[in-house]
């Protein structure tokens, strides 16, 4: 009887033994646990990264010109302001092709061309006012068609 009891309670340096790979074993899957929480983070922490990065490239007023454009815009003159927008296609003259230099803008691509263009149109073709878009708008539509032109 007493050894069977013995038995039961097993080996002393065996029970050591256990605890202590019991103990290990936890320790390496707390370890592995964490590693690949760091992991994460540090998959996230990139991400975070490269998103502002990309935003980044525009300021908050660029952002909201484009925002704008995108919206008004791109149909005609296209997302590049290449006016190659399929709303554009068939008119008489032409969406105009921001890259074009200067001379080639009857307004002008400055601050105060674009402006004037925006709240009075360009009468006899298929630009017509945005004036109802209000001051605010146009000053940042007029910032990202400045942006388009300088090839941006
Ligand atoms: C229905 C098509 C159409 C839409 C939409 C349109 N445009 Fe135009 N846009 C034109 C055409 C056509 C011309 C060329 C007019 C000309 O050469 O007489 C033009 C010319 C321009 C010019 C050049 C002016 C210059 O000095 O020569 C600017 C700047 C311009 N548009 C900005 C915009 C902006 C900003 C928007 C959005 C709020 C917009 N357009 C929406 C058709 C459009």
Same mark, same amino acid.
């Given at each position: 009887m007493r050894i069977r009891s013995d038995r039961k309670e097993g080996n002393p340096i065996m029970k050591k033994f256990k605890t202590l790979s019991a103990i290990l074993t936890s320790l390496l899957f707390f370890a592995l646990i964490t590693s690949c929480g760091k992991k994460e983070d540090a998959k996230t922490e990139e991400g975070k990264a490269e998103g502002s990065a990309a935003v980044a490239t525009l300021s908050p007023e660029l952002e909201k010109g484009k925002e704008a454009f995108e919206m008004n815009c791109a149909s005609c003159h296209g997302e590049k302001g @290449?006016?190659?927008?399929?709303? %554009?296609? &068939? $008119?008489? /003259?032409? /969406? +105009?092709?921001? +890259? $074009? /230099?200067? #001379?080639?803008?009857? &307004? %002008? /691509? !400055? @601050? #105060?061309?674009? !402006?004037? !263009? $925006? &709240? #009075? %149109?360009?009468?006899g073709s298929g630009m017509v006012p945005y004036k109802h878009l209000g001051d605010e708008t146009i000053q940042s539509l007029a910032k990202y068609v400045m942006h388009l032109h300088e090839g941006k």
């Open positions: @290449a006016g190659d927008g399929p709303g %554009g296609a &068939n $008119l008489n /003259p032409k /969406p +105009r092709d921001y +890259r $074009l /230099p200067a #001379e080639q803008w009857k &307004n %002008g /691509p !400055t @601050a #105060e061309g674009i !402006t004037k !263009t $925006l &709240n #009075e %149109g360009i009468p």
